[in-house]
């Protein structure tokens, strides 16, 4: 690892004092959980339709008054709203996310059941987008000005596809036409190819084009000539150097992607079939399943922040211009 | 590409060119497709391309070439529109985050956390079926659901930028701090915002679609890209011209906009 | 007025037993036992595999693999024995005594008796069980008693003629009593009953796997044979998009599906290895309802003008392949006491200018709409994207434009259900298209009794068209409480004589309900009573 850049003879931040950071941190993280919870709930709640139909199987269950009631009282619905937000977030503070209306089982059980198979999937997606980012990138870097119009073009053309539309045209020619991948999850790693690929290919393309700025960028800096000048060859110069100021706003996107990943996880789980909390957000958004929805937005932000604080980590130990920024004081 | 004389690729001269056709189709969709799109002809739905109907006829027997000439104001005026709100916003968020005193930062960056924390589709989902579908709130949800991204890369180039040497300079020079944020930190970020603005638009347009996908978009029997590509998704496996087209034309108008951005600020940073 | 039950039919050809036409290539060779059958439902996964919590069709779908009612209907429309052998209507008709079959046990053990009967009767009132169907058919049911241990008596606060077709419904299912005492949570992942298949396990958003009942033997009087099922297990799977369900098919990942699509049913009848099954579903046709409460079509004037400006044929036509028939009855063509009236409804825009004229809307505003005392003549028309397939959305776009040119501006809602409903509680709907699946003609009281128009607490109520007509109240209460099938007749169709001729309702056509089936499927059937599939004949080739 190269010497860290030095500014001002100033030190670097790591040896400050962790303790009031951590804690300032934490203290965000449970005020946006906080607020997204409090959100949702409310935002549910304002949607026009009654979550007592929604315990007893939708809306339009043609519910008797007896069966309403019962409903009612049995869920705490019969009470003014301030007063079942304050109910339900003292359950929440314990950690009890209470029962989905719709599916009449734990929430967290639900959400256990579901997160796993989302999670993969986007994992999976992540890789193959990065990979394909990174593929293109480094063809273009080592094959000249043609090769990077090419890549430049493919990744743009990438990211302007809408899921639904890769998706249902990938089953017609993988599954309809050549009958080569199943066109609906089954279980096995064959069915994971055709959602991996929906999802990742938009993101590979947006990866893409930010990666291929920041290379352009490093590539003509000070420090790569530098470097060159000391005599690495252009290999080293690339995987030494110029990824990791490429990787700087790649990294920074991850958060980013992370979120997009569950929105089109939403579309894919659907038109595959596949378990995941996606879909599963979807019908309780439909159904008004208020601790079902506020169960997996929560599980979703805690994902989010997770994601942000390692990729702010991680930014801070890549990008030489963090570390050293710290001449006025103030920590950044 | 950097430092090179700025002659026009081919490349950049269709996108262009691309971009212009979108353009008059927009203000003019007459010009190029005289007939009406929302003329019902039952008798002849589900036709395949031809001569009469260049990409075919949908479910209702319309022809699909004029409804997504037709379609192209809507869908542009969607991505223009949703792309102003979300850079908009974020614009202020991030200024507000990077500029301001320690607690500002603090307090926009927790709310810009929270907002990013909804995945974008939830948030415009739950905008949505409060307030109604339709072209105008479907606008609203995409621009805030892709606000919060804009707001954080903003934030951290503004970060970046602030502590730079010409800025320091400028400082020392003597420069107020609006002569500072005007003159040398807006447009260094400026050029970042442009390369977001060009991949939103492109997004923007695609959001749009999803969401007329899950049925949340514009109302039926307006011709728009995303709402025909639903309606035609049924129907995929027997007559594919009904979302082919309107497909084609989402990715070319969103990618032949991030190409043509791109290629601008590629420009304006050899300058 | 005792009732005659015909003696157990014959064993019939599979064939003859499927109800409309199927393409099921006639085999001489025996029925193989063995094999899992992959079933993809495109209806939304039950949050309650008990039908009698809820109850809806996806449950009706899936309980008709495990659970049994006391009766059932042959496609003729005829009420024959299942778990019950014998129904007798006392002379007052305040009555009935169902003789249960000997020596049915449920696969709990639980031998079939009277008490599992009134167990089951009971759940079905309880509040506490949140019944919503099978709670309003048994509205008239007061109390159950056992005469003996194999004859259940159901006793009625008045008359009512729609038990034993509600009482065919897999909502009102007989379950195990043993099993009903346990908590609904258990209960609703593993319901007990005496059918064909045993509910093994429940991955939810997953699928439901059922086991064969090698102790099975209570078969409903039409089926093709007895003893247990061929099939040694299923896997019930929901794929909720049409187009990657019907690939899964014609990749052989799944051999049935339901809610086929009209322009696959089209595709799949040119292939030579796919079948196709078409089981309209048992209540009301398709229909559009016009709300007669608020203006415009307070006005039967308007009404009877909307109708003539409609043009419904081609469009049904060209959107359904063929696979649709127009419908002119409020009832479903498997109703055997539909009654339909085309010439009402024929499509004429000079017609309906004329009406309009006559009902004051004599000027035309800039963009061609009918104006009167200022007032734009708009319509709101709530469409759920949830009940209306995209081929019935694309129609109602279609009547839109043909109605714009008799003068109508007809605004089209797509709504999430929930939304949906919230519209149509609120009155906020000039048009809609709800579809009700009840067997028996007893649905034309639930739909268009003036009761029908007081909403229940949740806000629904069901006669969207709000007509208030006490000569068509009295007709519907007179049939439901009446023993005499030809008086029923007789009154059922002038009631829908009236509900028609009012100009309330728009028919369309049937609840559409197509099942398309693998090469490997063979002795697949509908149940005549719901239309929902019986696996109990079927087998894998």
């Not at chain 1, 950071?21 to 997204?36: D, E, Q, S």
């Not at chain 2, 950049?12 to 002809?41: K, M, N, R, W």
Request: hydrophobic share 45%; glycine share 8%.
């Amino acid at each position: 690892m190269t010497a860290p850049l030095v500014v001002d003879g100033q030190p670097d931040v790591r040896a400050r004092p962790w303790l009031p950071w951590l804690l300032a941190r934490a203290g965000g993280v449970v005020f946006v959980l906080w607020a997204v919870a409090t959100i949702t709930f409310f935002a549910i709640r304002l949607i026009p339709g009654d979550p007592a139909e929604a315990i007893l199987g939708g809306p339009g269950s043609q519910a008797s008054a007896e069966a309403l009631a019962q409903a009612r009282a049995d869920y705490g619905l019969d009470q003014p709203l301030g007063i079942q937000y304050l109910h339900y977030f003292g359950r929440l503070a314990v950690g009890d996310l209470g029962n989905s209306y719709s599916l009449h089982d734990s929430v967290v059980k639900v959400i256990g059941e579901n997160l796993g198979g989302t999670l993969l999937l986007a994992l999976f997606s992540l890789i193959l987008a990065a990979l394909i980012a990174l593929g293109l990138a480094a063809w273009s870097v080592r094959a000249g000005r043609v090769a990077a119009g090419v890549g430049s073009v493919l990744e743009i053309v990438a990211a302007a596809v809408p899921h639904f539309w890769l998706a249902i045209s990938l089953i017609l020619l993988f599954s309809t036409v050549l009958g080569w991948l199943p066109p609906v999850s089954v279980p096995g790693p064959l069915g994971y190819v055709l959602p991996v690929v929906t999802l990742g290919v938009p993101l590979a393309g947006f990866l893409g084009q930010v990666m291929r700025d920041s290379i352009l960028d490093a590539t003509a800096s000070p420090f790569v000539l530098a470097a060159r000048a000391r005599g690495e060859n252009d290999g080293g110069v690339f995987w030494r150097h110029v990824l990791r100021h490429a990787a700087i706003p790649a990294i920074g996107l991850a958060g980013w992607a992370f979120g997009s990943l569950i929105s089109g996880a939403v579309i894919v789980e659907t038109i595959f079939a596949r378990p995941g909390i996606g879909r599963s957000l979807l019908s309780a958004v439909e159904l008004r399943d208020v601790p079902l929805v506020v169960g997996i937005v929560l599980v979703v932000a805690l994902g989010y922040i997770l994601m942000t604080t390692l990729t702010d980590l991680a930014d801070r130990l890549v990008d030489p211009r963090r570390r050293g920024n710290t001449h006025r004081g103030r920590e950044r | 590409m950097r430092g090179t004389a700025p002659h026009w690729r081919p490349v950049e001269v269709v996108s262009a060119l691309v971009i212009l056709l979108l353009i008059v189709a927009a203000v003019a969709p007459v010009l190029f497709a005289p007939g009406d799109p929302l003329a019902v002809h039952p008798s002849s739905a589900f036709s395949p391309p031809s001569f009469a109907h260049f990409f075919g006829t949908d479910e209702s027997g319309r022809d699909i070439f004029t409804r997504i000439v037709h379609g192209t104001r809507a869908s542009l005026v969607i991505g223009l529109s949703a792309t102003a709100i979300g850079i908009g916003l974020a614009l202020v968020l991030g200024l507000l985050a990077g500029l301001g005193p320690r607690w500002l930062d603090f307090g926009t960056t927790r709310f810009v956390e929270v907002l990013f924390a909804f995945p974008g589709l939830l948030l415009a989902l739950l905008f949505i079926v409060i307030y109604g579908p339709g072209v105008v709130t479907s606008t609203i949800a995409v621009g805030l659901a892709t606000a919060p991204g804009y707001a954080r890369i903003i934030r951290s180039q503004v970060l970046v930028v602030k502590n730079a040497p010409y800025i320091e300079a400028a400082m020392v020079l003597g420069r107020s701090r609006t002569q500072r944020v005007v003159r040398h930190l807006l447009p260094n970020v400026a050029g970042s915002l442009f390369v977001l603005a060009t991949l939103g638009i492109g997004q923007s347009i695609v959001w749009a679609s999803s969401l007329s996908y899950l049925g949340l978009g514009a109302v039926p029997p307006t011709a728009e890209w995303g709402a025909m590509l639903s309606a035609g998704r049924t129907y995929i496996t027997s007559f594919w011209w009904m979302t082919f087209f309107p497909g084609v034309f989402i990715v070319l108008s969103a990618a032949a906009t991030t190409l043509l951005g791109r290629s601008l600020q590629q420009r304006v940073r050899s300058s | 007025m005792k009732r005659l039950i015909p003696t157990l039919v014959g064993i019939a050809s599979i064939a003859v037993l499927v109800a409309g036409c199927s393409t099921t290539a006639s085999t001489s060779t025996a029925p193989k036992s063995g094999g899992t059958l992959v079933y993809a439902s495109g209806d939304a996964e039950p949050t309650c595999l008990d039908p009698h919590v809820g109850g809806n069709y996806p449950q009706a779908l899936v309980a008709t693999q495990y659970l049994e009612s006391l009766v059932s209907k042959d496609k003729d429309g005829k009420i024959i024995p299942w778990l019950a052998t014998k129904c007798a209507e006392a002379p007052d008709g305040l009555s009935w005594d169902f003789t249960l079959r000997d020596n049915v046990k449920f696969t709990d053990g639980t031998p079939l008796e009277a008490d599992a009967v009134a167990a089951n009767i009971a759940h079905l009132q309880d509040p506490s069980t949140k019944s919503s169907t099978g709670f309003l058919a048994l509205a008239k049911v007061a109390k159950v008693t056992a005469v003996d241990t194999h004859t259940a008596r159901i006793s009625l606060s008045a008359p009512d003629s729609a038990l034993l077709d509600s009482l065919s419904q897999p909502w009102l299912a007989i379950e195990s009593p043993t099993a009903l005492k346990r908590s609904q949570e258990v209960n609703c992942a593993s319901p007990v009953g005496t059918g064909p298949f045993i509910v093994k396990k429940w991955d939810r958003q997953q699928s439901i796997t059922l086991v064969r009942n090698d102790d099975y033997n209570s078969p409903p009087a039409d089926a093709a044979h007895t003893g247990p099922a061929y099939l040694k297990a299923i896997q019930w799977r929901f794929l909720p998009d049409s187009a990657s369900r019907y690939a899964a098919l014609q990749a052989g990942t799944v051999d049935v599906i339901d809610n086929a699509q009209p322009d696959t049913i089209a595709a799949a009848e040119k292939t030579k290895n796919l079948q196709h099954v078409n089981a309209p579903r048992p209540g009301a046709s398709n229909r559009i309802e016009l709300n007669s409460s608020i203006a415009p079509f307070n006005d039967e004037k308007v009404r009877e003008a909307f109708i003539r400006a409609a043009q419904v044929n081609p469009a049904v036509k060209s959107l359904f392949f063929g696979t649709a028939k127009r419908s002119y009855s409020p009832l479903s063509s498997v109703e055997a006491l539909g009654y339909s009236e085309p010439s009402l409804f024929g499509y004429s825009q000079a017609d309906a200018a004329k009406l309009l004229d006559e009902a004051g809307w004599t000027e035309k505003n800039a963009d061609g709409y009918r104006v009167k005392d200022g007032r734009v003549l708009e319509l709101s028309f709530p469409v759920s994207t949830n009940q209306s397939i995209p081929a019935e959305q694309s129609l109602f776009e279609q009547l839109q434009a043909s109605t714009k040119e008799a003068g109508f501006k007809v605004d089209l809602h797509p709504l999430d259900l929930s939304s949906w409903y919230g519209a149509l509680g609120a009155n906020d709907y000039n048009l809609v298209s709800a579809p009700y699946t009840k067997v028996g003609p007893d649905v034309l009281r639930i739909l268009f009794h003036s009761d029908g128009t007081v909403p229940a607490p949740s806000g629904y109520f069901a006669n969207h068209a709000q007509i208030k007509d006490p000569a068509l109240d009295a007709l519907l209460t007179t049939a439901s409480e009446s023993s005499d099938a030809t008086e029923r007749a007789e009154l059922y169709k002038q009631a829908q004589k009236i509900v028609m001729e009012g100009y309330y309702i728009l028919p369309l056509y049937d609840q559409q309900n197509h099942y398309l089936l693998g090469a490997k499927v063979a002795g697949f059937r509908a149940l005549p009573s719901v239309s929902t599939p019986e696996l109990y004949d079927t087998w894998l080739r």
